[in-house]
């Protein structure tokens, strides 16, 4: 299960990659929050954060079986 888990988690690494690279503003996405008031910024990112756990989720699921 080692080297299974292993191959999982670099094709998720190189997915992220290439969604980065062919431009999908993670971490800009719309449920994503930044307050800016003064020199204070607070960033939220709601929906990247609900993406990511359902990705995770789905990933350990798989690699349970």
Excluded at 18 to 47: E, K, N, S
Aim: glycine letters at 16%.
């Amino acid at each position: 299960m080692g080297g299974r888990a292993l191959v999982v988690g670099g094709l998720l690494i190189s997915g992220v990659g290439a969604l980065v690279w062919l431009g999908v503003p993670l971490g800009r996405l719309p449920g994503d929050f930044v307050f800016r008031r003064g020199g204070l910024t607070v960033y939220m990112p709601i929906a990247t954060s609900i993406i990511a756990s359902v990705v995770l989720t789905v990933a350990a699921i798989y690699l349970r079986r």
